[in-house]
C-alpha cells in the first residue's frame, strides 16, 4: 500500500489502537478515537468524558515518559481479500491554546458525540513520522 492511500486509510478509520510505552519500555495498548490533519501528518485525540477510573490515565505518564508512539487502524471482515491495516509511528505531545482549539474542532468534525459533550482533555497531537499499510487486495 503506497503512503498517500495509507493516510487516507488513516484519516477514515473510525477507531484505532493507540500503544504507548513507559520509560521501561512496558507497552501500553487501547482503543482510541482521533483526527487527522487534511495533510495525514497529525493525528489528534483527548480525554474525553467516557467512563475510566481516573483522568490519570497511563497513556499520558506513558507519552511524558517516552513520546514515541505507534497507530494502528484496520478492517476484518470473514472474506479475508479484503483485509487492510495502517500502522503510523510519531511523536506524542500534550497541546494546549490555539493547537488544542484546532484538535476539538477535527474531533467534533468527524464524532457528533463530541459536538454534544466536548472532550476536556487534555489534548494529544500525534506529528506522524512514518506511515505503513498493507493490504490483501490494492485499491480500485
Known amino acids: 500500500m ?3 492511500e495509507a ?3 488513516l484519516a ?10 513507559d520509560v521501561s519500555g512496558r507497552p501500553h495498548v487501547v482503543p482510541f478515537v482521533f483526527a487527522v490533519e487534511e495533510d495525514g501528518r497529525r493525528a489528534y485525540w483527548a480525554v474525553d468524558d467516557k467512563p475510566k477510573r481516573s483522568r490519570n490515565l497511563r497513556r ?3 507519552i511524558a515518559a517516552n513520546p514515541r508512539v505507534e497507530v494502528l487502524v484496520d478492517h476484518y471482515e470473514e472474506d479475508w481479500g479484503v483485509l487492510w491495516w495502517v500502522r503510523a509511528s510519531g511523536i506524542a505531545r500534550t497541546v494546549e491554546g490555539d493547537e488544542a482549539a484546532r484538535a476539538l474542532e477535527l474531533l467534533v468534525a ?4 463530541y459536538a454534544e459533550r466536548p472532550p476536556a482533555g487534555p489534548f494529544v497531537a500525534i506529528d506522524v ?4 499499510g498493507w493490504s490483501a487486495r490494492e485499491p480500485t
Not at 12 to 21: D, I, K
Not at 110 to 113: E, H, S, T
Not at 129 to 132: F, K, L, P, Y
Open 7 to 9: 493516510l487516507r486509510r
Open 129 to 132: 513520522e512514518r506511515v505503513a
Open 2 to 4: 503506497d503512503p498517500e
Open 60 to 62: 499520558l505518564a506513558n
Open 110 to 113: 468527524k464524532y457528533p458525540q
Open 12 to 21: 477514515g478509520a473510525r477507531v484505532g489502537r493507540l500503544a504507548t510505552a
